[in-house]
């Protein structure tokens, strides 16, 4: 049982996948974002072993990384330097009220227990583990791009 409900796709999360990418495209995010996502996909597939998982983790990271990192370009003022690195990206977008206090704690707490996890290659539910951060990055990922669509922030050039 347990096996199978691992295994099953849930469609509210599938849906957001699709909106999370839609947002990506129209607020300019780089082409790469979802191409993480999908990445992530393939190695979360039904028959993936321990080396994919971690695969898909590496991916799922990258992505949240580049999800705020990216928009920091969004907020920067003249004469100042975007940060290049997740933790002062997080740290910066707080500041500039992109996100709350209480979403920087709980995606900081989030993205270290997913490093954590990542690094230790004997974790007896590897898969539960990919597939919950997985489901969580998505939801978190559609919750910071509907507030920076709500903010009118997009990146420049993106398509209208």
């Known amino acids: 049982m347990k096996g199978a409900l691992q295994q099953s796709r849930n469609p509210e999360i599938e849906g957001d996948k699709k909106t999370v990418e839609d947002y990506l495209t129209r607020l300019g995010f780089d082409d790469l974002m ?3 996502l999908n990445a992530a996909e393939q190695d979360l597939r039904n ?10 983790l590496g991916h799922l990271r990258s992505f949240l990384e ?3 990192i990216q928009a920091c370009v969004l907020v920067v003022q003249p004469n100042e330097v975007a940060p290049d690195k997740w ?7 707080r500041q500039y009220d992109v996100i709350t206090l209480k979403e920087e704690e709980f995606i900081t707490k989030l993205y270290t227990l997913v490093s954590d996890e990542a690094i230790h290659p004997l974790i007896a539910d590897r898969e539960y583990a990919a597939r919950l951060f997985r489901n969580i990055v998505i939801e978190y990922g559609l919750l910071f791009l509907t ?14």
């Open 47 to 56: 028959t993936a072993t321990a080396f994919e998982l971690k695969n898909a």
């Open 66 to 68: 580049q999800l705020h």
């Open 34 to 36: 979802v191409k993480s």
């Open 147 to 160: 507030n920076l669509q709500k903010k009118n922030l997009k990146i420049k050039d993106a398509n209208p």
């Open 87 to 93: 933790g002062a990206a997080t740290v910066f977008l």
